[in-house]
C-alpha cells in the first residue's frame, strides 16, 4: 500500500495550454526542493485547448504523483477545486491557479505557516499585476464584503492560493453546496487561521477566463451564499420608507385642512414613485437570487460530472451523492484508469 502524499495541491484547469508546461516545470521544481511527498491534482474543467491532452502528458511523466480529473464540461473555477477536495490523499492541501499569476515558489511559506498550527492560509498579493479596473473592483468589493460580513476576514479574496488542512477541506467537500466560494467556507469552518504576503505576476499567456459579468455573478454568489445581509437590508430599507410615507401623509392632510388641495408636484409624485418602483425591482431581484440558491439546492443535482480520472492508485471514481460519472465516458474512464494502473 502505498503512503499517501504530505502535500495536496489541487489546480483548476481551463484553457491553459500556454502555460501547462510551465506550470509542470516550476511546480514541480519547487515541491521537489522543499523535500516533502507530494501530490499535484488538476481538473481540467471542460477546456476546449490542447490542455486535456497535456495533462494527460503530465501524468504519464509523473504516474505517481500527477493526476488528472476530467470534467465533461464546465463547471466553474470553484467546482474544479471541489472535486480535487474530494479525491485529495494529502494533510496539506493547497489550491494554486494554473496561470501562474501566484507563482508556484511560494509555496514553500504556505506550508510553512500551516506546520506553525495554522490550520487554513490564505494567501494575499503584494503589488497585484492586473488591469486597472479589476483592481479597483476587487477593491471596492474587498471593503463591501468586510462592511457586509465583518467575519470574512480575507486581505484579498480574489488570490487562490491558499493553504487548508485535511479536516477542513474533508468538512468542505461534504458541504455539497452546488455553487460556493471556497475560501469563504475553509473560514466558516477554521479554528485559526492566518494571512501571508505572496508576489503576483502579470497572466504571462492566454486570457483571464473572468469578464466584468461573470465577476458580478461571482460576487453575488459569494454575497447570498455567506449572507443574508441584503434581505436585512431590504426589510430596514421598507421600514424607513413606511415610517417616511406616514410622516408625509400626515403633512399633507394637514396642509388640506390649512391650506386646502393641492394639484401641483405632479412630478415629484412621479419621482418619487420611480425611485420606490426601483427599489421595489432590486428587492425582488435579491430575494430572487436567494430562491435561486434554494432551488439549486434543493434539485440535488449532481454538482459537476467527471468523464473520467487518471492516477495510477485508483481509491475511488464514484464521487459523492452531488457528483456523478457521466454515464456514457464510464467504459473510457474506466479504461484510462487501467491503463495507468500498472
Ligand atoms: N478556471 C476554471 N474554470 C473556469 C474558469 C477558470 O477551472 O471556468 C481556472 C483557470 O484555468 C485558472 C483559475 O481557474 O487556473 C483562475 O482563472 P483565471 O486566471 O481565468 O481567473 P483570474 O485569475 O482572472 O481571476
Ligand atoms: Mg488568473
Known amino acids: 500500500m502505498p503512503q499517501n502524499p504530505y502535500i495536496s495541491i489541487v489546480v483548476p484547469v481551463h484553457n491553459e495550454q500556454e502555460v501547462l508546461e510551465e506550470l509542470y516545470t516550476r511546480l514541480t521544481a519547487t515541491l521537489d526542493k522543499l523535500g ?11 477546456s476546449t485547448d490542447k490542455s486535456s491532452a497535456m495533462l494527460c502528458d503530465l501524468h ?16 466553474g473555477q470553484h467546482m474544479a477545486i471541489m472535486a480535487g477536495f474530494e479525491r485529495v490523499r494529502g494533510e496539506i492541501i493547497i489550491t494554486l491557479d494554473a496561470d501562474l499569476q501566484n507563482p508556484p515558489e511560494e509555496i514553500g511559506k504556505l506550508v510553512a505557516a500551516m506546520e506553525a498550527g495554522h490550520d487554513v492560509v490564505n ?26 460580513m465583518p467575519k470574512l476576514k480575507m486581505k484579498d479574496e480574489g488570490c487562490m492560493l491558499r493553504a487548508y488542512r ?30 501571508v504576503g505572496v508576489a503576483h505576476a502579470e497572466r504571462s499567456a492566454g486570457t483571464s477566463s473572468y469578464n466584468l459579468y461573470k465577476l458580478i455573478r461571482y460576487n453575488f454568489d459569494l454575497v447570498t451564499g455567506f449572507s443574508v445581509f441584503p434581505l436585512q437590508v431590504f426589510t430596514m430599507i421598507g421600514v424607513l420608507i413606511s415610517l417616511f410615507s406616514f410622516a ?8 388640506r385642512l390649512i391650506i386646502g388641495p393641492e394639484v401641483e408636484g405632479v412630478f415629484t409624485l412621479f419621482a418619487i414613485m420611480f425611485f420606490l418602483i426601483g427599489i421595489v425591482l432590486f428587492g425582488l431581484g435579491v430575494v430572487g437570487e436567494y430562491i435561486g440558491r ?21 481509491i475511488s471514481s464514484s464521487g459523492t451523492k452531488r457528483d456523478a460519472i ?17
Open 294 to 314: 434554494i432551488y439549486q439546492e434543493v434539485r440535488q443535482r449532481p454538482r459537476f460530472v467527471i468523464k473520467h480520472i487518471l492516477e495510477k492508485n485508483t
Open 123 to 148: 494567501a494575499y498579493r503584494e503589488n497585484r499585476q492586473d488591469s486597472w479596473w479589476r483592481l479597483k473592483v476587487s477593491k471596492w468589493h474587498n471593503q463591501l464584503r468586510e462592511w457586509m
Open 326 to 342: 457521466a454515464p456514457g465516458e464510464d467504459a473510457a474512464g474506466l479504461k484510462v484508469q487501467e491503463q495507468s494502473t500498472y
Open 248 to 255: 408625509f401623509v400626515v403633512f399633507l392632510f394637514a396642509r
Open 36 to 46: 516533502k511527498s507530494y501530490e499535484i491534482l488538476f481538473t481540467n474543467d471542460g
Open 60 to 75: 504519464l511523466r509523473r504516474p505517481d504523483q500527477i493526476r488528472v480529473i476530467e470534467f465533461n464540461g464546465n463547471y
Open 166 to 195: 485535511r479536516n477542513i477541506v474533508d468538512l468542505m467537500a461534504s458541504t455539497n453546496e452546488s455553487s460556493t466560494f471556497i475560501p469563504a467556507l475553509a473560514l466558516t469552518y477554521a479554528a485559526n487561521p492566518a494571512e
